[in-house]
């Protein structure tokens, strides 16, 4: 039973199904997404430290370009093709990389040092590169007080609680509330588009592709390339996720704080495709 309350995957998909049959909290289902994402984000990052040694500053620049540069350009570029969810992509090009990089970079062989240290660099980028993308994109339309206060909740706040509670929980306890945190995210978020799952089936297709190529496909391409640049496996592993990853549970709160539940939704597709491009990794299948 441990074992599967310790897989992201096997309670993700249980949220996704509770949603759609039950329509998510009959109330105050964005505070109780909120407050799991802030629980969830504060014990994800709780056991990582702060430091950034000199050497891996070449590599942790890579891991911003592949993902505020490669990855970002792209989701921007999907927005622009799918219009009537533009807020949602901006929003979404404009988190940082998902925190699961580093366990995930250890599953799959990665380099884990190197995974820890750019996390970390681009969490504190965070702080300034979402409000900034955001509000560049989207002046007219966001309320920049709410924009703030979003990110300083989100990231900052997190960030500052991790601080305090440095090493005093198990990684394996961590991992299991914040995948309970997780489950209570995105049910809420799913149940509030269940309508739109059910009625709009042809936009969700056209979603669910954009987000495979934005995932699977974008990973594919860097991971081909490092290997014929003959970069070590442990680095292409690492360069791979931060190509592919965002903070998804992010992005769900924030687009929905500033628009509405519907932007969020590529967000919902985006980590469905992220835990299938996760097994394939694992698998090897690709």
Known sequence: MLRLLESFSFLISLAIVAGVLIGGFPAYGNEIATLALIIAMTLSISNIPFKVEAKEIKHVFVAFLLNY???SAFIISLGYLMHDYFEGFIVMAAAPPAIAIVPLSSVL?????????SVIFLYIAAIFMMPLIIYFFLAKEVNSILLVKNVVLLILLPMLLSRIIYGKIGERRSRIITNFCFFFLVFSVIGKNRQFIFEEVSLLLFLSIAMAARTIGIGLIVKS???????????????????????????????????????????????IFEMIWICCMESKII
């Open 69 to 71: 540069g490669l990855l």
């Open 225 to 271: 390339i490092a290997s014929k640049m003959g970069i070590e496996k442990s680095k292409i592993v690492n360069y791979t996720l931060f190509s592919s990853f965002k903070n998804e549970g992010l992005v769900m709160i924030i687009a929905s704080s500033l628009f509405s539940y519907e932007t969020a939704l590529p967000a919902v597709i985006a980590l």
């Open 109 to 117: 062989k990665g380099d884990r040092r190197h995974s820890l240290f």
